[in-house]
Structure formats: C-alpha cells, structure tokens
C-alpha cells in the first residue's frame, strides 16, 4: 500500500470546455481602478479563476441540459412544474411549491406575507438580501447565533447553530406575538458557511412550538448542511445524504430556496411551505411580481433543470467532492499561515481580512482592499463580506462595525480543477508575504440598498 492518503477526485469528466483569459498586472490594475475598488464591478471576461460567488455559476450535467430540451413553454400548468413539485416533496418534504425566478423573490414574498410593521425576526447571523426584505417589510433582524459564529478561530465544529437563549430573551423582551417566525439557515453563508446542527434544530423546533412560532429555513445550502451533519454529528454517519435532508427540513414550516446553489442551476428559486393558508397568500403574491405560481418567474425550462439538479445534488459522491474541494483550498491556506476563518465553511473559504491587513482599520474597509489587491496581483476574483456588506442602521445610518470583516473565495460547482486551486492558494499565500505595502479604501458611491454590489472606492494614501 502506498503511504500516502488515499486521494479523492471531482465524480465528474469535463465534456464542454471555456477558455480563460490571463492578462498582465498592469492590465488588471487598470480594469480595478475603473471598477471602483469593487469585484462587482468588474466584467467577467477579465477574470482569471471567477471565484466571486457560487451562486448560478454552476456547470449543469448533461442530464440537467438534455432536461433542457425537455421545456415545456406553457403559460399555465408546465409538466416541468409538477416534476419540480414533486422533487420539493420527495427530497424536502414540504407540501406546497411556489417557485420564483431566484433567492431572493422568494424572501420577497415570504417577507412581504408574514411580517408586520413592527415585527421582530430572529435569525442565526444576517444574510444582505433576506434581512433587506424582512426590513422593507417592517421588520427589525435579530442575531441570535451562537457567539463563536463571530470569533473567525473558534473550532466549533457547529458555528450555525441558534443560541437557544437569546431566542427565550427576545420573546421575553418583545413578546411571541411579535415574532411572525425564525428565520434559520444551514449553513451560514455570512458566517463562513458554517452548518447548525441537528441536535440544534431539533431544541429550535422545541421552543419554537412552545411558543406557537414557525421556523422558516433558508434551504439555499442545506445539502452542504446534510454532509457536515453526516459527516460531524453522532448518530448520523451511516444516513443518506436523502435521510439527513428531510430530517431537517421536517424540523421547520417551510424554506426560501435560492436554487443556484445547491440545484445545480444558473437560475431558480422558489418558496415552499407546510401552511395551507400561507400557501394560498404566497401563491397570490407571487402573480404580482414574479408571474403565474406554476412559473414564478421561470421557463420550464429553467424548472426542469432545477428538479434534475435536486436529485444530482443529494448524490453522497457530488457532495463530498463539493465540501472537500473547499476544505482541501482552506487547508492550503492554513498550512502557510494565512488567517482565515476556521473550520472551512462548506462553499467557501473567507479571509480574516482583520489579521490579514492588521494595520489597516476596520473603516478603512481592508477586506474591500484585500479583495481588490487579489484582483490586481492574479485576476482571482473575491467578494468582500465584511463592512462594506454589513451596511448601514434602519434607524441612526450610522455604518454597522460587523466583528467579521472577511473576504470570500466561493467556489462554483463542478467549475473548478484542483490544480485552480492551487493557483488561487498560491496567489493568496503571495500577496499576504506582501501585505505590509498594502493601504485602505474610502467609498466615493454609495448606493442606498446593498452598497457592496455597485460601490465605488477610492485608495487612500
Ligand atoms: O441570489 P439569490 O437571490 O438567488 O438568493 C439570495 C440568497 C439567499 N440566501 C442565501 C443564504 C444566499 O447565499 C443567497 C444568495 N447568495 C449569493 C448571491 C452569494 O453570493 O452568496
């Protein structure tokens, strides 16, 4: 036998390829400038290695693009609807499907249906667009995860979960009728995309009944939440990824889905629920902004291969390979002494831009310049996740101080080989032996609704 770990390797050969561009420091240099100091506003073809977001830069199986083929472009009563809704019940257990064009439509409604002027709604850690609803429709986000969500070097092998008693202070504070539901996520894409673990949901779902609230999940990640749960939680090493899923999910009333996550998908969402009565409010809803509820905003096409995608992600061999190529990138970086926060999330790795650029302070914006520095020395492109993310209070518009200032490595599915990661951990490791040169950033635009897309910066000197 060798003595080497047994190796594992992506359970998929590439049929289609798409070329990359590398260009000249220099070059990069100049496209940064023009974008403001700002990832989002780069265009794509000047990236190297696109490692801004998993979301909808999945590449689709052949299954799911032959599925394609299979639209069926009707106005009402698509085929590609039914399967979609069946695939919701069969792998999610929820009753009732009201698709959407993406994530953040379903918060849209979702918000827009349960929350009244005045509402409180606890959450484990903010995410930008599902906080934004909840406060455009009257509501104020709680934090209640665990504090060790917001230490980037705390091990817990659980950083997601809800820390039980500051759900019990809040109903206590502002009372159970305030609260139209707690809104949950596995895993915690602001966190680090850190997983809750079962044990957590299932005290959740506990109190949550000994008040009369609702849990609603934000299911956008939850089969990455499933392989952390298979992989770290006693008692479930020997359930299918399937079991793990439903367990879950039958511990809430109903989920937002962005589907360009764990689906496989470029393009989707949707909102399901248990509730009958909400069901029929959301399905009302959704003909005003989205389209007609058996579409929501998408072609059967789009609605084909998402159901596709829902039976391909829950594959145990997909999955492992998606968290462990995150883990092997997070792994590289730690062996050379760069901060990041630990353990690695389940999509992403993220920069503790905090111990990166220590001498440059928090509103000064350093995981905003550290994201454009990588730009600038490889064409990796990462996103920002930190104050510039954070935003501004509904109340004093003073800027939030975020305890985590980070910057995102996100990997697309089934996009990258190991040996990109290698680059990327490379370019890393280089520009933190460099990072003493680098300096700050000062907005020159602000946008009033989640700045950190189309931001403009200026270096300070
Ligand atoms: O980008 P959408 O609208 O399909 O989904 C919004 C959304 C909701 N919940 C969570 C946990 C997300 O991560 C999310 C979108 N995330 C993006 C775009 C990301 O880059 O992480």
Not at 95 to 116: C, D, F, N
Not at 431 to 460: D, N, S, T, V
Request: glycine share 8%; proline share 4%; with cysteine.
């Amino acid at each position: 036998m060798p003595n080497y770990r047994k190796p594992w390797a992506e359970p998929y050969k590439i049929k289609v390829v798409e070329p990359l561009k590398v260009t000249t420091r220099e070059y990069r240099e100049e496209k940064m400038k023009e974008a403001g100091y700002n990832t989002f506003l780069l265009r794509s073809v000047d990236v190297y290695i696109d490692l801004l977001t998993d979301s909808g830069t999945t590449a689709m199986s052949d299954y799911q693009w032959a599925g394609m083929m299979l639209g069926d472009e009707a106005y009402a009563g698509s085929k590609n609807f039914y399967y979609l809704e069946d695939n919701v019940k069969k792998y999610y257990g929820y009753k009732y499907l009201v698709p959407t064009h993406q994530g953040r439509a379903a918060e849209h409604l979702l918000s827009k249906v349960m929350i009244k002027q005045g509402d409180y709604v606890p959450g484990n850690m903010y995410f930008t667009t599902t906080r934004l609803h909840q406060e455009l429709a009257g509501g104020t986000f709680v934090d209640v995860i665990i504090d060790e969500a917001h230490d980037p070097s705390s091990h817990h092998p659980f950083k997601g979960n809800v820390d039980l008693q500051k759900v019990e202070g809040l109903i206590k504070k502002v009372g159970a009728n305030k609260i139209p539901y707690i809104c949950v996520a596995g895993t915690v894409n602001m966190a680090g995309g850190q997983p809750q673990s079962m044990e957590n949901m299932k005290a959740l779902r506990k109190l949550a009944d000994k008040h009369g609230l609702k849990i609603m999940l934000d299911a956008t990640r939850a089969v990455e939440n499933a392989y952390f749960v298979k992989d770290r939680e006693a008692g479930y090493a020997n359930k299918t990824i399937e079991e793990i899923l439903l367990e879950y999910c039958s511990l809430s009333d109903g989920c937002t889905m962005s589907g360009k996550k764990d689906l496989l998908v470029n393009i989707g969402g949707f909102v399901a629920v248990n509730d009958e009565h909400l069901f029929d409010e959301l399905r009302n809803l959704v003909v005003v902004y989205e389209g007609l509820h058996t579409y929501g905003g998408l072609a059967g096409r789009d609605m084909e291969a998402m159901a596709r995608g829902i039976e391909e992600c829950v594959n145990y061999d997909h999955i492992r390979s998606r968290v462990e190529q995150v883990r092997y990138f997070g792994q590289k970086l730690l062996d050379a002494g760069v901060p990041i926060v630990e353990p690695a999330g389940g999509h992403a790795i993220f920069l503790d831009a905090k111990r990166f650029y220590e001498h440059i302070p928090q509103d000064q914006l350093p995981a905003q310049a550290l994201a454009a520095d990588l730009y600038i020395e490889s064409g990796v492109r990462a996103m920002e996740r930190g104050i510039v993310s954070a935003g501004r209070n509904k109340e004093t518009g003073e800027n939030n101080f975020p305890k985590l200032e980070l910057v995102r490595l996100t990997f697309p599915r089934r996009v990258y080989t190991q040996a990109h990661l290698d680059v990327a951990a490379w370019h890393v490791e280089d520009l933190f032996e460099k990072r003493h040169k680098a300096k700050g950033l000062k907005f020159i635009y602000e946008p009033q609704y989640l700045r950190f897309f189309q931001a403009k910066f200026e270096r300070l000197d």
